[in-house]
């Protein structure tokens, strides 16, 4: 078997897991998962989340990762723990699960960015939406999408995936910088800012039931957290690589990425509409292309030039995730089989494809899809996860913490006991309140007395 590839520098590994972290989760889902969950409440449980819950798991992640050296599936079987498995397993099929339809978006940005040249969508934006993003046109750019993934994939770590996202997260940051900078120069944007940045503390003491899912699940979902991709990322890592002060740094970038695309979309809408329009709150897949689409209609030919360069950019970040996601079934049939990396990426790409073709065919299967991922799978594959590193492979994970420069006694004992204890509790809330809207209580009648 060949040799296993490793990451060429320290900053190829934190600029991939990056930009695994900063995809469409970021610059897609939290501008409007802020709007429709109480603006800069959401906000700050957000915050609260990546930092209190996401910092810890990803860690546990990288723990795993580096101290087994091998793919997420076979992970858990090298650390003499077999019966974990399911804990990669399950990683797996989510991140394949969301990478089914994140390419169906993926092939609806790439539509736009045409769009925007052109101004085609600038007449009737949701009509337009309306008419790309179901049936044979959206299924064309679904496999577009996933065609330029699998072929980033296909050229390995060194190759493909860190040179990819050592261009790609960079020109993410200064591109947001720049659209940011600008929406700072609009009239009327103080308002956006109050709503975006400024938390009612009463309103989330009163609401917390309502926003803690969805502000953890996109803490989970802007990580890359519970889908098998850090643990194959950190498996390519050196034992000299400090896995505190690279995961903190991985979460702060990807924590300020998403900040940065609120301050771009909001407000843009806000300057726009007066406020956050209906068709950002009422949510679903559409909410970020109609609402920005309509926004930039009315900036003619300035607003064809600024949907380029946003769509580009939310192209960009849409493809660091997606080769994070694939890369994940990739490595275990590589490291096992002695596959061929080509075939393996092309032919998998294939198969999510077809799946994905089904929400690409129709946006209600692919709201069902997401709902799925973000309220069960994601927080299930994280307990899992957690309850593994915290109480089963406790000492072991210390240990590896430890090692490189950053890791010492006392940080890494508080690690392990915040994996075990309000970690674990804060995961097992969120997966109770996810499936709970999903699969609410039936509404009986208690009998009469």
């Known amino acids: 078997m060949a040799e296993r590839e490793t990451w060429a520098t320290r900053l190829g590994f934190i600029l991939a897991a990056v930009g695994s972290a900063v995809g469409l989760g970021n610059i897609w889902q939290f501008p409007f998962k802020t709007a429709t969950t109480g603006g800069s409440a959401f906000v700050f449980v957000y915050l609260v989340a990546a930092l209190v819950i996401g910092l810890p798991a990803i860690l546990g992640e990288f723990v795993v990762g580096r101290r087994a050296n091998i793919n997420a599936i076979e992970a858990f079987d090298r650390l003499k723990h077999p019966a974990w498995t399911?804990?990669?397993?399950?990683?797996?099929?989510?991140?394949?699960?969301?990478?089914?339809?994140?390419?169906?978006?993926?092939?609806?940005?790439?539509?736009?960015?045409?769009?925007?040249?052109?101004?085609?969508?600038?007449?009737?934006?949701?009509?337009?939406?309306?008419?790309?993003?179901?049936?044979?046109?959206?299924?064309?750019?679904?496999?577009?999408?996933?065609?330029?993934?699998?072929?980033?994939?296909?050229?390995?770590?060194?190759?493909?995936?860190?040179?990819?996202?050592?261009?790609?997260?960079?020109s993410i940051v200064v591109i947001l910088v720049g659209l940011a900078a600008y929406a700072f120069t609009l009239d009327g944007a103080a308002a956006a800012y109050s709503?975006?940045?400024?938390?009612?503390?009463?309103?989330?003491?009163?609401?917390?039931?309502?926003?803690?899912?969805?502000?953890?699940?996109?803490?989970?979902?802007?990580?890359?957290?519970?889908?098998?991709?850090?643990?194959?990322?950190?498996?390519?890592?050196?034992?000299?690589?400090?896995?505190?002060?690279?995961?903190?740094?991985?979460?702060?970038?990807?924590?300020?990425?998403?900040?940065?695309?609120?301050?771009?979309?909001?407000?843009?809408?806000?300057?726009?509409?007066?406020?956050?329009?209906?068709?950002?709150?009422?949510?679903?897949?559409?909410?970020?292309?109609?609402?920005?689409?309509?926004?930039?209609?009315?900036?003619?030919a300035a607003g064809q030039a600024l949907g380029v360069v946003f769509f580009g950019v939310v192209l960009i970040a849409a493809l660091s995730s997606a080769i994070s996601l694939l890369e994940v079934v990739t490595s275990y049939l590589v490291d096992n089989y002695g596959a061929s990396r080509p075939t393996v990426a092309f032919g998998f790409a294939g198969g999510l494809f077809a799946v994905g073709s089904l929400s690409a065919w129709n946006t209600a299967w692919l709201g069902w899809f997401d709902d799925l991922a973000y309220s069960v799978l994601l927080p299930l594959s994280v307990l899992l996860g957690v309850v593994f590193v915290g109480w089963v492979y406790g000492p072991e994970a210390v240990d590896e913490l430890k090692k490189g420069t950053g890791g010492g006694e006392t940080f890494a004992t508080a690690w392990l006991w915040s994996i075990r204890t309000f970690v674990l509790l804060g995961v097992f809330v969120t997966l109770y309140l996810g499936v709970s809207s999903i699969f609410p209580a039936p509404d009986i009648p208690l009998p009469a007395i």
């Open 86 to 170: 399911v804990v990669g397993a399950l990683g797996l099929l989510t991140g394949l699960w969301i990478l089914s339809y994140y390419s169906v978006v993926g092939g609806w940005v790439i539509r736009y960015i045409a769009g925007s040249a052109t101004g085609a969508y600038f007449a009737a934006p949701a009509d337009y939406f309306a008419r790309v993003s179901m049936g044979w046109e959206a299924i064309a750019f679904h496999a577009a999408f996933m065609a330029l993934t699998a072929s980033i994939v296909a050229f390995g770590i060194e190759d493909g995936i860190e040179k990819a996202t050592k261009l790609m997260v960079p």
């Open 195 to 300: 709503y975006y940045l400024s938390p009612d503390f009463d309103y989330i003491a009163a609401n917390l039931e309502s926003i803690v899912p969805f502000a953890v699940g996109q803490a989970f979902f802007s990580l890359s957290l519970g889908m098998g991709a850090m643990i194959t990322y950190a498996s390519y890592l050196g034992e000299v690589d400090s896995l505190p002060a690279d995961g903190s740094l991985i979460v702060v970038l990807n924590t300020f990425v998403g900040l940065l695309a609120g301050l771009v979309v909001i407000p843009l809408l806000f300057v726009q509409f007066d406020g956050i329009p209906d068709t950002a709150a009422g949510g679903g897949p559409g909410a970020l292309f109609v609402s920005v689409a309509s926004a930039l209609a009315d900036l003619g």
